[in-house]
């Protein structure tokens, strides 16, 4: 896959969002399409909290201490 600079949150946000719109303009319109599409961004939002978010706390509660 090519290497794409994604400067903003925003930018980001319309990426996220341009794919989506082409998943679903390929789908028919039912609530099954919308619905697949929310639980695949949900997925990828859960995978990257387990990935790094919470890795990434894990190491500031050995650095700092736990809460």
Do not use: S, W
């Not at 990828?44 to 790094?52: D, F, G, M, S």
């Amino acid at each position: 896959m090519d290497t794409l600079e994604i400067k903003t949150p925003g930018e980001l946000n319309y990426l996220l969002t341009l794919l989506t719109h082409r998943y679903l303009n390929q789908k028919p319109e039912n609530y099954q399409g919308y619905n697949d599409a929310i639980g695949a961004l949900e997925g990828a939002k859960l995978e990257l909290y387990r990935r790094h978010v919470a890795l990434y706390e894990d190491e500031k509660i050995k650095e700092n201490g736990d809460v």
